[in-house]
């Protein structure tokens, strides 16, 4: 039973046993904290509360604590980090791919790869992100001004092909839509 204890954390890691029940946020990743916050605005939304529990997150004048400041700081920063990868998904939206023993992987745009439905194709090119490993394929606009300056009349029509966090894939025509990988 979860009457008067404070079993926050296992709301995000599912851990209903003694050892997750518990009011400890600390550790949990930023979508976990998500589902945290995804949580509470289920509960304000649709239930009247009845009192604050004293505690990790409440005083006994039901005054937030300092935890529970930080805990908020970190919800904060976890849904900038989900806008921002949003955001990136909107711009270099994932490539479709497919792989086969005699060709190798394939790697093309289309309006909708990546789920991302738009106006452009695109084209294939490598995305790294500092501190990731791995770089995604990913579909980036080749005309049109840069992304975020769409009234900029000094751009080189070439979308976000000079975006430093791109890379070519070697022996695939910078334009192509498709480009194929030989395995091995």
């Known amino acids: 039973g979860f009457a008067g204890r404070d079993a926050t954390r296992a709301f995000a890691s599912?851990?209903?046993?003694?050892?997750?029940?518990v009011d400890t946020v600390s550790g949990l990743s930023p979508a976990e904290l998500l589902s945290i916050h995804s949580w509470l605005s289920f509960y304000s939304d649709n239930y009247e509360p009845v009192g604050k529990l004293v505690g990790r997150f409440y005083d006994e004048?039901?005054?937030?604590?300092e935890a529970l400041r930080e805990v908020e700081a970190a919800i904060e920063e976890a849904?900038?980090?989900?806008a921002e990868s949003d955001?990136?998904?909107?711009?270099?939206?994932?490539?479709?791919?497919?792989?086969?023993?005699?060709?190798?992987?394939?790697?093309?745009?289309?309006?909708?790869?990546?789920g991302v439905p738009r106006a452009w194709a695109g084209v294939p090119r490598r995305l790294h992100r500092p501190g990731s490993q791995g770089t995604p394929c990913?579909?980036?606009?080749?005309?049109?001004?840069?992304?975020g300056q769409p009234g900029s009349s000094q751009h080189r029509d070439r979308g976000d092909l000079d975006d430093p966090r791109l890379q070519q894939y070697e022996g695939?025509?910078?334009l192509a839509e498709q480009c194929v990988l030989p395995t091995g």
């Open 14 to 21: 599912g851990d209903f046993s003694p050892a997750g029940l």
């Open 61 to 65: 004048n039901g005054a937030p604590t």
């Open 79 to 82: 849904l900038k980090l989900q």
């Open 87 to 114: 955001q990136e998904q909107q711009q270099f939206p994932p490539c479709n791919s497919e792989w086969s023993s005699a060709k190798g992987t394939r790697f093309w745009c289309s309006r909708e790869s990546g």
């Open 138 to 147: 990913v579909c980036v606009r080749s005309s049109g001004p840069p992304w």
């Open 172 to 174: 695939c025509h910078p």
